[in-house]
């Protein structure tokens, strides 16, 4: 199945006109708001590595040439069934939305070429996607963050062991944590 709302490729979708009006507002939040997306600069601050499987999902965030954070878990309930490039834009999401705190461009490496091309502009051909997309942008303008998606080959994908049942490494508090 290729989602609930279209379980085959290329079928016609009604979208009811609630998602019309919501991907207006995304499209207005990127266009009056440049910080959210951006291009990919040479040297940002952080790296949110985000990747999904068919039965989990990880995000690590890398500062100065080490990993500093991260989060990952197991889709259940409708997310369980949900198509590929859906698992990988909730990766996305929660990689956004749990890691990424510092306003600035936050490059973010993915390697499904369908969200970082949702990302870079700012919508989804998918309702579904949209919907995660809008709440990872409006996080993104809450906290002036731009959003630098670029694309990464599966095969160096570092989130990747950690949807397949890879454990993460225990992370150093932060110093807020710890006084």
Not at 43 to 54: C, E, F, K, Q
Not at 98 to 112: E, H, K, S, T, Y
Not at 167 to 179: C, E, G, K, Q
Request: hydrophobic content about 45%; proline content about 7%; overall charge neutral.
């Amino acid at each position: 199945m290729v989602d609930a709302a279209a379980p085959v490729w290329d079928e016609v979708v009604d979208v009811p006109p609630s998602a019309r009006r919501e991907l207006g507002a995304l499209r207005k939040i990127v266009r009056e708001n440049p910080w959210v997306v951006g291009g990919v600069p040479e040297d940002t601050g952080s790296v949110l590595w985000t990747d999904a499987s068919s039965r989990a999902w990880a995000a690590l965030l890398e500062a100065e040439g080490r990993f500093v954070d991260g989060r990952q878990g197991v889709f259940a309930g409708p997310d369980a069934d949900a198509h590929i490039n859906l698992k990988e834009m909730l990766a996305f999401a929660e990689g956004v939305v749990r890691l990424c705190w510092a306003p600035g461009a936050q490059r973010c490496r993915i390697d499904n070429a369908a969200v970082v091309g949702a990302v870079a502009k700012g919508s989804s051909s998918s309702y579904a996607a949209n919907r995660v997309l809008s709440r990872s942008l409006r996080v993104a303008e809450r906290r002036r963050i731009v959003l630098c998606p670029d694309w990464v080959p599966s095969g160096e994908q570092q989130a990747d062991p950690y949807t397949r049942g890879a454990s993460l490494p225990r992370f150093p508090a932060p110093l807020s944590a710890s006084r």
